[in-house]
């Protein structure tokens, strides 16, 4: 190769390298579901059945099987004990860009949790979520479903998380039972 090919060739791999960079490090922008025509007044999560339900007038309107915390028998005492929240939170806010593909904040720790937690001495932890996949993970669909695996979240597929995203406002209720 003379001078003039190997610049042109080390020219072309450096604006490749640039491109792969930025695809990797830069946030991709989601296109977010718009909001369903019927919206749920409640969230339900029934920890033993792994099951959330959308409800809207005490009525089912969806259920989706989902996963928990690491450690999921029991409420959330801690930070990092791997358990998934029991009780009545809402839904606080949400996330297009997180570690998961789209999540929705739980309001734990409430003022109740704070309190047990510092008289035992704890940090009650919080971001809590509703979540999709992992970003880097998104293939794997409902094989996420073999084992509880999130931190305290409750975890969905991606195409769940959007019709639950479209279906629930903030504000809204989440029972979460044992």
């Known amino acids: 190769m003379n001078f003039k090919t190997k610049t042109a060739a080390a020219g072309?791999?450096?604006?490749?390298?640039v491109a792969a960079a930025a695809f990797v490090i830069l946030p991709r922008h989601k296109k977010l579901?718009?909001?369903?025509?019927?919206?749920?007044?409640?969230v339900l999560v029934k920890k033993a059945e792994r099951k959330l339900y959308l409800q809207k007038d005490g009525q089912?309107?969806?259920?989706?099987?989902?996963?928990?915390?690491?450690?999921?028998?029991?409420?959330?005492?801690?930070?990092?004990d791997g358990k998934t929240p029991e009780g009545i939170y809402r839904i606080s806010g949400r996330n297009p860009n997180s570690r998961f593909y789209l999540s929705l904040r739980v309001s734990y720790p409430s003022a109740e949790d704070r309190r047990e937690a510092a008289e035992k001495g704890f940090s009650p932890g919080g971001d809590i979520m509703i979540h999709g996949l992992p970003n880097k993970a998104p293939f794997l669909g409902s094989a996420h479903l073999l084992r509880d695996w999130t931190a305290g979240c409750i975890a969905v597929t991606n195409e769940e998380i959007e019709e639950i995203w479209s279906m629930v406002a903030d504000g809204t209720t989440i029972?979460?039972?044992p």
Do not use: M
């Open 12 to 17: 072309i791999l450096a604006v490749l390298t």
């Open 33 to 42: 579901p718009a909001p369903a025509a019927v919206q749920a007044d409640k």
């Open 60 to 80: 089912n309107l969806k259920e989706y099987r989902i996963a928990l915390g690491f450690a999921p028998v029991g409420d959330k005492l801690r930070e990092g």
């Open 175 to 177: 029972e979460i039972l």
